[in-house]
């Protein structure tokens, strides 16, 4: 199993930008979709963004044309891009592995492991 570790996070003006860095240790990123979920106090996980081995990549609607994921499988390193921040982006940041070897991008939490730590992400209005 992958460990990951996320890393990007800070303190932010809304209208701002960041982004987020999530390493593999342990061995090579696989050709399994990675995806970045958040978690704010008080709410369930949700899926932020997901990406393929094709480069195919997925969005929440809440992030949609303000966000972009990328990877890099020669770094083991796949990235969030975050514009436009807004407050209630506000959350712990994830990254994460889908268990199966598949191109389909899935959203659900159940899906997914290698959990790091995540990365707090403020952002003041």
């Known amino acids: 199993q992958v460990q990951l570790v996320e890393s990007g996070g800070g303190l932010v003006q809304a209208g701002g930008s960041l982004r987020l860095s999530c390493a593999a240790s342990?061995?090579?990123?696989?050709?399994?979709?990675m995806a970045w979920f958040r978690q704010a106090p008080g709410s369930e996980r949700e899926f932020v963004a997901g990406?393929?081995?094709?480069?195919?990549?997925a969005y929440s609607d809440s992030v949609k044309g303000r966000f972009t994921v990328s990877r890099d499988d020669a770094k083991n390193t796949m990235y969030l891009q975050m514009n436009s921040l807004k407050p209630e982006d506000a959350a712990v940041y994830y990254c994460?592995?889908?268990?199966?070897?598949?191109?389909?991008?899935?959203?659900?939490?159940?899906?997914?492991?290698?959990w790091g730590q995540g990365t707090q992400v403020t952002v003041s209005s």
């Open positions: 994460a592995e889908d268990r199966a070897a598949t191109e389909i991008i899935r959203v659900a939490t159940r899906y997914y492991y290698g």
């Open positions: 342990g061995r090579a990123f696989s050709r399994n979709v």
């Open positions: 990406i393929n081995w094709s480069g195919n990549s």
